[in-house]
């Protein structure tokens, strides 16, 4: 029980492996007094953040989301999976090569559910797509589906009491495959158990973000345009 879905639920004292809708599933349809709106066009819509949009207890209405995800073509919804083989299921009739205002993210947290999630991901309809290696668990090969069709590798270690290690040197390792491959990298966070240089750092939750960020090493395509006209590698 490590995902951070059940961490994140014990502190309302709330049951994970139930799945029901919430009192804000129809929030982004939702208007107010003067017939607005209450989620502004702005907004990005975090999707089932603490759950999985394709679980197979949500088949029921499931439906009743993308009719909404449809009818709010003003908002960006962000949805974050590993259930990527269950992507068809109540698909709406009106998919075709996907929506403009939704990004799907498939995570992969080793070398096996990389090799059985993204060949699947990567022949699915989906117009934005994104990969996230969180938790980082080991060294992991992603070159072979680094395309142009991907629009950011997210790596972040494990959080919690029982967080399992991330090393440096896997971080290091995508990050070296994205800029081969020309795709976005963002390191997020260290997680609570992190290696680098052969020694282990045990890191506060309030930190781990913030190490993340002071390691200074996010790639964009600019940046190798840029490293390249300068002689010098970011």
């Not at 004292?13 to 029901?20: A, G, L, R």
């Not at 440096?168 to 390792?173: A, N």
């Not at 190798?224 to 970011?234: F, K, L, N, S």
Request: charge should be neutral; hydrophobic fraction near 30%; aromatic fraction near 12%.
């Amino acid at each position: 029980m490590n995902c951070y879905v059940y961490r994140t639920d014990a502190r309302y004292e709330k049951d994970s492996t139930v799945v029901s809708k919430t009192k804000d599933f129809d929030l982004p349809v939702k208007r107010a007094r003067n017939g607005e709106y209450k989620l502004m066009s702005s907004d990005i819509v975090y999707t089932c953040f603490t759950s999985d949009f394709f679980v197979p207890e949500a088949d029921g209405w499931r439906s009743e989301a993308w009719q909404i995800i449809n009818e709010r073509r003003d908002l960006h919804f962000l949805i974050i999976t590993k259930r990527i083989d269950r992507f068809h299921v109540s698909l709406p009739e009106d998919w075709d090569g996907g929506y403009d205002n939704v990004t799907l993210c498939c995570t992969v947290e080793n070398r096996d559910r990389a090799d059985f999630r993204l060949p699947i991901f990567l022949k699915e309809p989906i117009k934005n797509r994104s990969i996230i290696c969180e938790p980082l668990l080991e060294k992991i090969d992603l070159s072979p589906y680094l395309n142009p069709s991907i629009s950011q590798v997210v790596v972040g270690g494990e959080s919690g009491n029982s967080a399992r290690i991330c090393d440096y040197d896997w971080v290091l390792d995508i990050r070296r495959q994205c800029m081969e491959s020309g795709v976005p990298f963002h390191f997020k966070q260290t997680g609570a158990r992190f290696k680098k240089d052969g020694k282990l750092y045990k890191i506060e939750r309030k930190y781990q973000s913030s190490q993340a960020r002071k390691s200074h090493i996010d790639f964009t395509p600019a940046d190798r345009v840029t490293a390249i006209e300068t002689g010098r590698e970011p």
